[in-house]
């Protein structure tokens, strides 16, 4: 009876003890549900992670850092440093005359040669005092081009261009034509004095006929408003013709779009040059023999007999396909790099060329780049196709040549003039060791080579710098030959620092006093 009696009363004890367990255990596992909701439940996403962890992002920074910077390095122009073109007349500079007066100029050379020795005929001109008559372009050069001066340049602005400067008129005055000239020479990398002797010859002439233009003026010593009006006629007159602007203009569109950005290669591996320089390494004995016999039957080039090896060694060869891919692989453009192809024919062709391809697929000539319909005008005109490279190398990414030819150092001046565009020149003689090594075995391609390479190039691509002078240890006239041409490299003279970085440059200089 007692344990029945007491058994509601036990009964509802444990009820209470059951209660307050049960009640403990749900708090305890609400709490911990409550924790894990807080610690995984809510937890952002990995992405999250990824954009607000700055422990994660770091790593990811650097990285893109570090890709911002190779990026720069290799497409970058290079700083102007407040530099920009400069080229008016000084208040001191004279107008034009020499009304009754007149040269008559053949130019000699290919489309570059050309340019800038019209150039040069502009200020020797003013000097002069001269009427400049328009000049006759070279017909018998290699490419044997009939273009006449309003084929490749706009005439007519090139002569309202200058008008303040020299009197430039298309045709000497019939009157004119059939009198005697004093045909003249003028010796090359002349001064101011000499052309200013040579203008006695106005006493007992009225015209006066230059038979070759090309590096008629020196490049140092000249007062600064002729050296500006050299720039004057080379950056501004001297404009291609209408149909060249358009058709140049439309191809840079075209690789731009095609890619974003380019290199343009002056590929001089061509036939003339190959045989000019006496360059056959590489080359079949049938090639070389092929070269020789055209430098020995070429009666304006005076050097016959050349050793091709010392010439690759000295420098003096453009590097060879293959050793331009080479090249730009350890500068560190990648494969997909499209590489627009300045040159004409390339000797051995297709052949040749595909050690380049190797490397880079993306190759594009005018030929790719341009229809057929499009180039038929220029079909046949070296000096007008060579314009289209001219205006398609100016507006790249960056210039490569592989050899210092006429084309080169214009563009690289005017790449200079523009804002110092990045030209980056090989060192032709520092590679062939590489080159020659590498095909010894001594060195292999990786990162070492490439070191070596970048290393030999980061003061070649086309910072600002002064123009070099002559080369040590040369006496005479001959030094005149070693200097750096004014049209590769037009500053001080055409080329001025900003007042602001000037002024910058003076303010940083007081602090390093203080």
Known sequence: ???????????????????????????????????????????????????????????????????????????????????????????????????????TVRSNGGLNQMRTGISDMVAVAHIMNATLVIPQLDKRSFWQDTSTFSDIFDELHFITTLQDDVRIVKALPKELESIPRARKHFTSWSGMGYYEEMARLWKDYQVIHVAKSDSRLANNDLPLDIQRLRCRALY??????????????????????????????????EKDMLSFTGCTYGLTEAESEELRIMRENTNHWKVKKINSTEQRVGGFCPLTPKEVGIFL???????????YIASGEIYGGEARLSELKSRFPNIISKEALATAKELEPFANHGSQTAALDYIISVESNVFVPSHSGNMARAVEGHRRFLGHRRTINPDRKGLVELFDKLESGELKLGSSFSHLVQEMHKNRQGAPRKRHGPLPGIKGRARLRTEESFYENPYPECICRSKKAVRNEVNALKLDVT
């Not at 920074?61 to 970058?76: F, K, R, Y």
């Not at 692989?329 to 590489?339: M, Q, W």
């Open 329 to 339: 692989e350890s500068l560190g453009y990648p494969p997909i790099t499209t590489i």
């Open 236 to 269: 501004r007159a001297l404009r291609f013709s209408p149909s060249i602007e358009i058709l140049g203009k439309k191809l840079v569109e075209r690789l731009r779009s095609h890619s974003g950005r380019y290199i343009a290669l002056h590929l001089r591996y």
């Open 1 to 103: 009876m007692a344990n029945n009696r007491g058994y509601p009363h036990f009964r509802r004890f444990l009820s209470r003890r059951q209660y307050i367990l049960t009640t403990a255990l749900f708090t305890i596992f609400a709490f911990v549900f409550s924790i894990f909701l807080l610690l995984y439940g809510f937890a952002p996403k990995e992405d999250d992670i990824l954009k607000d962890d700055t422990r994660l992002e770091e790593p990811q920074q650097s990285q893109s850092v570090q890709q911002q910077v190779s990026d720069e390095n290799l497409w970058g122009a290079s700083l102007s440093h407040g530099l920009h073109p400069c080229i008016k007349p000084t208040v001191r500079h004279k107008a034009a005359q020499g009304s009754d007066r007149y040269i």
